[in-house]
């Protein structure tokens, strides 16, 4: 069901000052930046810095690692039968893309991330 880690997620409040200094810790311009997020790619993997900090804070516990999943919805339910809860249930951030987060049984953040061909 989980085919691998695919992307990180930081809080971002000051979006502009955050993406000049991951600019230049990791070298390389974003692949996409907008003022509601900001996205490397970095080997593969994504890197997003996201201003919106209404459900989550930066510092510790506002990092959400997100597992690149086939189907949303069935792996929030099958992680839903397991004992997680719903944290942000599945919607479309763009670009063919959904995420969602669920909480493990000891509230630790899992992120699903669907990325449609």
């Known amino acids: 069901m989980f085919l691998g880690l695919r992307t990180i997620i930081y809080p971002a409040p000051e979006l502009d000052s955050l993406k000049r200094w991951y600019t230049q810790l990791l070298g390389i311009e974003p692949y996409f930046d907008q003022p509601f997020y ?10 997003g810095l996201d201003p919106d900090i209404s459900t989550r ?42 995420v969602a987060i ?16």
């Not at 510790?60 to 039968?81: C, E, F, M, Q």
């Not at 669920?102 to 061909?117: C, K, R, S, T, V």
């Open 38 to 47: 900001v996205g490397y790619n970095v080997d593969g993997f994504e890197l």
């Open 57 to 98: 804070k930066p510092g510790s516990g506002g990092v959400v690692a997100y597992w690149r999943v086939d189907d949303i919805h069935a792996s929030l339910t099958h992680l839903i039968l397991l004992g997680a809860t719903t944290v942000e249930a599945p919607h479309d951030v763009g670009e063919k893309i959904q």
């Open 102 to 117: 669920a909480g493990d049984p000891f509230g630790n953040p899992l992120g699903l991330i669907q990325i449609e061909a």
